[in-house]
């Protein structure tokens, strides 16, 4: 990753900061007219033919975004937040966490059995599934371990994005609402959880209340426009819209509905949270509000006072993000950022702030609020609630120290 001049320039007049100045102050200014100007103006590709297109398009070789895989057994791979527009992860950039591995899985061989307190149990094949009327919406996804390394006061300074915050993602999913599935089987009107299994070599398992199917809950087979892809679950997964990472099962070969939770593997010994009176919340599926300035941010360096077009994700699992909060001195004042429309429910919202750098060391901050009135918490007010060895769901306050040479470290108070 290349952090230029020019790319600052660029992210600033996409953030509208630029403009909104009336003038492009990092951009340059041609001191010639005509033949002159075109000359200093670079290279002409008007000159030679173009390539032909291929049966697959590919990015342009000078555009390399890449996944982090941040485990010797490669379970687990982070997205590169830093280099991202907009709200959608590119499929091929969607982080990874499977506990054992990505299972081959023929889409003829598919099946997916509903059971347990229902008046008809029945197995659907993946044609099956895709003749049901399906619906398309756009969610984050987020690992609940995501944020460790900003839960505490004292953090590593040389973190990224990417590092910090990378198992998140943000996709269109197409799917066919569980509910739709619940109403073919006739489940049962007293069954109140149903477990959800993956055919994957660990075999995941997870208690979920059936109120989520009855909600929002999907079996989801497609992904921005095409097929999942194997890493998200082909052929098949279940997606919890705004709920822990873990409990969206993946390779999702059987439900099976419930009067009680089922107590796995994956919601008693993992995936719940201690806290600093010996006790644990368990079944804590919602995400919290949450943002991260994603630029500028470590390791950019900024080449000189100027504009900077600040930008960063908000995401909530209660709904849609009703306010981005922006400080540049360590959370002494506070201003809004402008979000990106349409702001969707459970999904990422893109924040922007245009930031007149006067090339003084800064504190940036980001702190979300959410459309129920929740606000983002400082590592502080968490570890009061929750205890400093908490594990999961960290959603605290966190930002990037810039010194007056333009270099930028994580920090979170
Ligand atoms: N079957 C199965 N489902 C799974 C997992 C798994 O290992 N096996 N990992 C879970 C975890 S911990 C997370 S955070 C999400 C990650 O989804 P992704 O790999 O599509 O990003 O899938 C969840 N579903
Ligand atoms: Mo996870």
Redesign the pocket.
């Known amino acids: 990753m290349t952090d230029s001049g020019d790319s600052i320039s660029r992210r600033s007049l996409l953030a509208g900061a630029a403009a909104a100045a009336g003038s492009a102050i990092t951009a340059r200014v041609l001191r010639a007219d005509g033949a002159e100007a075109a000359a200093q103006a670079g290279p002409d590709p008007t000159k030679v033919p173009g390539d032909r297109p291929q049966v697959l398009g590919s990015r342009s070789p000078h555009e390399t975004p890449e996944k982090l895989i941040s485990s010797s057994i490669g379970g687990v791979t982070r997205t590169p937040l830093q280099d991202l527009y907009g709200t959608i992860t590119p499929a091929d950039l969607?982080?990874?966490?499977?506990?054992?591995g990505i299972p081959r899985i023929e889409p003829e061989a598919y099946r997916l059995l509903i059971h347990g307190m229902v008046d008809r149990p029945m197995v659907f094949t993946l044609d099956e599934l895709r003749r049901f009327p399906s619906v398309t919406r756009t969610y984050f996804?987020e690992?609940?371990?995501n944020g460790g390394a900003g839960y505490s006061e004292t953090p590593r300074a040389d973190v990224s994005p990417q590092q910090l915050d990378g198992?998140l993602?943000g996709s269109e999913w197409t799917g066919v609402p569980v509910k739709t599935l619940f109403a073919e089987v006739g489940a049962h009107a007293d069954a109140s959880w149903f477990l959800a299994e993956?055919?994957?070599a660990?075999v995941?398992a997870r208690s979920v209340p059936v109120e989520k199917a009855w909600d929002d809950a999907l079996i989801a087979y497609a992904q921005n426009g095409e097929a999942i892809r194997p890493?998200?679950?082909y052929p098949a997964?279940l997606l919890l819209p705004g709920w822990?990472?873990?409990?969206?099962?993946?390779?999702?070969r059987r439900l099976e509905l419930s009067d009680r939770p089922f107590m796995t593997r994956d919601e008693t010994s993992r995936y719940s949270d201690p806290l600093k009176d010996g006790t644990a919340r368990i079944f804590s599926f919602e995400m919290d509000a949450k943002s991260l300035i994603t630029y500028p941010a470590h390791p950019v360096r900024l080449e000189g006072p100027g504009w900077v077009g600040i930008t960063g994700y908000a995401w909530t699992g209660r709904g849609r993000i009703a306010r981005v909060e922006l400080s540049l001195d360590g959370g002494a004042t506070w201003a809004s950022a402008s979000l990106q429309e349409p702001v969707l429910p459970k999904a990422l919202t893109r924040f922007s702030f245009g930031w007149r750098w006067d090339g003084e060391p800064a504190h940036l901050m980001s702190r979300a609020v959410d459309e129920t009135g929740y606000v983002q918490p400082t590592v502080a007010e968490m570890q009061a609630a929750r205890g400093p060895r908490s594990r999961y769901h960290y959603n605290t306050i966190r930002g990037w120290k810039v010194g007056a040479d333009g270099t930028i470290g994580f920090a979170t108070v």
């Open positions: 969607h982080f990874e966490r499977h506990h054992h996804l690992c609940s371990g198992l993602s993956g055919s994957d660990a995941m890493e998200q679950g997964r822990e990472g873990n409990a969206n099962v993946k390779w999702v």
